[in-house]
């Protein structure tokens, strides 16, 4: 069975990608590029991940997102607003694009009918986003609904293995299935090493302290 | 309170911008452009129907599509697809991009989020496209129930006041409501007189000589 699994390169989508490959069946990877600060490294984080699952160059594909700028909002497209740094605030972050997550599932469920796929894997997670409206439980179980209504066949399906899951628990699953979480990137702010102060890697960071480990990513604060 | 009117140029999205206007509020009409064989025309349907009502250029916008290309599999955005001219057949039609409502009214709900504004009005029609399951009406409730889940406030509602209606009905409806047909443009072949033989051409003429009128576009057979 073919499956796409939405990988932006970070961890979360990483170990979506690892639960997909351990199931077994044909993998196809789909990046989707918002021309952000970050998007070089992600871009190449998601290269990175399909080199190491053998994913060649017809089972991976990059969107760019650049039209979401026309819609504009959001401090990851609108270079004119600076991503949120304050830490884990509660309510809706800086960073949110309304509505985004519709876009981007429509998108991948669009590619899986054409590749006849009948899995979707989506790496969202709940504790990533408490303040985003569409990562929550029950918005995915919505979306299952639009889809089986609004597909061909009606037998594609959205996966969201990390949703309910800490970080520390993603860490874990991850260990458990052997990712190479080095090849990931989690930072919204830096290129070259991890910031350490973003919401991103501060949610990062705790996961793999959780765990009793350091994340392998350098950072920082660790000098050059 | 402001409202988001999905806007191809075709009858159906103007009459559903009538009703808008009618219903009194401030109209942002959007028209997404997919690059296809009638892309101009249409989008200069677009502006043609923009004017009429008053829409500046603040409350108009167009997004490109292009992307769609990557994701492929549709004789809309395909150029190697030969869009089916055979009549109404039942079945899916090869002019069928896979989700592709939900990637549009996911981009509408993002722009409406926006603007804070509180209605988005989509030109669907059922009859018009009887072989597309983002057409149905209960896909148009899950996705409400999806856009009330995924939204900030949740208070954005997706309105479809043609869906259920027969051609004949949007064109009876757009005479009581005055709209300017003749600005409107739905033939997906020709550019300059509509060709009169694609399905949109055939619903189109239909809606007008059950009403024992003309449609006021030229036509291909009216000579040159």
């Known amino acids: 069975m073919r499956k796409v699994v939405l990988l932006s390169g970070g961890m979360d989508s990483l170990v979506c990608l690892a639960e997909a490959h351990a199931a077994g069946g044909e993998i196809y ?36 997102m650049a039209f979401l700028r026309q819609i504009g909002g959001s401090s990851l497209t609108d270079d004119a607003m600076a991503v949120n740094q304050a830490g884990l605030k509660p309510g809706i972050p800086s960073s949110y694009v309304p509505f985004r997550n519709s876009i981007i599932l429509s998108l991948a469920v669009s590619w899986a009918e054409t590749l006849d796929a009948k899995e979707v894997y989506v790496g969202a997670n709940f504790e ?43 860490v874990a699953r991850g260990r458990a299935l052997g990712v190479p979480f ?24 705790k996961g793999f302290q959780e765990n009793g480990e350091v994340d392998p990513l350098p950072q920082h604060d660790q000098g050059v």
Chains 1, 2 share one sequence.
């Open 182 to 205: 080095e090849k990931s990137w989690s930072c919204y702010v830096a290129n070259d090493r991890a910031c350490g102060k973003c919401d991103s890697c501060l949610l990062r960071l």
């Open 128 to 170: 990533d986003s408490p303040g985003y409206p569409d990562c929550r439980p029950e918005y995915y179980e919505a979306m299952n609904r639009v889809v089986a209504l609004g597909t061909r066949d009606g037998d594609i399906r959205l996966l969201t293995p990390v949703l309910r899951l800490h970080k520390k628990d993603v």
């Open 29 to 64: 990877a789909l990046h989707l590029d918002y021309g952000q600060k970050t998007s070089v490294r992600e871009t190449a984080a998601f290269g990175a991940i399909c080199d190491h699952y053998g994913l060649d160059a017809g089972h991976r594909k990059i969107v760019s």
